[in-house]
């Protein structure tokens, strides 16, 4: 589960980055905002997530569930963390995202606001339902502990408080952004658009958990994108290595073969018992020499 986590800042990232992309004083104000809101609410699941690790010892989806009757008060404050990431009504990422679909909306990027849309509901589903359902409601997985130590829910109290409080009174935030805000989330279309996505979304979690179509929580390996260059490039660079190494000691063979055979070709004209290591009477040396010499002198002479 705490990997959902780390994937869904993907989808809190790609917000900030559309936002900057506007490049307008609504849209910059909404990429600082939700950054700082990003980090109370994801703080807040990852200290949830990390007290089941402490209390359970995993947080593997596939062996937990039914932990919100050992820990009541973990699972509320996660379900504040969840109902904040997927930006309900009063808490935190409502009044943040607000701002970057308004600013989408304003420049008439139709498209980006469509896709923004459908990341909204994307993340309720992603993170907002399966964190905080498959580690303290789902099937009872029969595990029971005890409550987080009170120094963490101590901390998860306080990023909980925030989420809340920036919700209910954004202006407190919108008032140390960059860019002055002249912009009020709770209207009657976003309020009622935002809920329609949730709703929507949540009925369709619902129907498919029911009908039995939603995969469900299983030990297995996901594979993401990190199994390439850990497993996959590795693997590939040393088979290409090994041969490369092997087709390097094929080549080196054959080329020492055929330098022993010009070597012994060589051996038996330039070798001690070679032709040209054989002895010449003096008299045929001489004849050799006249001839040379000879010759020499006609072609001077022409």
């Not at 010892?57 to 379900?79: D, I, Q, R, W």
């Amino acid at each position: 589960l705490r990997r959902v986590l780390a994937y869904s800042m993907n989808n809190q990232l790609g917000f900030m980055v559309v936002g900057v992309g506007i490049g307008t004083p609504l849209g910059l104000d909404g990429a600082v905002a939700h950054a700082f809101a990003d980090i109370l609410f994801k703080a807040l699941l990852f200290m949830s997530m990390g007290a089941v690790l402490l209390r359970v010892g995993t947080v593997n989806g596939s062996e937990l569930g039914g932990l919100y009757k050992s820990m009541p008060l973990t699972a509320g404050l996660c379900m504040v963390g969840a109902a904040s990431i997927s930006a309900f009504p009063l808490f935190s990422a409502f009044a943040t995202k607000s701002l970057i679909l308004e600013a989408a909306a304003r420049e008439g990027h139709w498209v980006s606001f469509l896709f923004l849309l459908f990341a909204s509901a994307g993340v309720f589903h992603h993170a907002g339902i399966k964190i905080p359902f498959f580690a303290f409601f789902a099937h009872d997985s029969g595990i029971r502990c005890e409550e987080a130590p009170r120094n963490m829910l101590v901390a998860m109290g306080l990023a909980a408080a925030l989420c809340v409080g920036i919700g209910v009174f954004p202006e407190a935030l919108y008032a140390i952004l960059p860019y002055s805000v002249a912009f009020d989330p709770y209207t009657t279309t976003h309020v009622v658009t935002q809920l329609q996505l949730l709703t929507w979304s949540a009925l369709a979690f619902s129907v498919l958990v029911r009908t039995g179509i939603y995969p469900p929580e299983l030990r297995s390996v996901n594979l993401d994108f990190d199994w390439i260059h850990r497993k996959f490039l590795p693997a590939v660079t040393a088979r290409a290595w090994g041969t490369l190494e092997r087709s390097w000691e094929c080549l080196n063979g054959l080329l020492a073969r055929q330098f022993e055979i010009l070597i012994r070709a060589l051996s038996r004209h330039h070798g001690p018992h070679g032709k040209l290591a054989a002895t010449w009477p003096t008299g045929s040396m001489v004849l050799w020499v006249t001839v040379l010499l000879a010759a020499c002198l006609i072609f001077y002479y022409l």
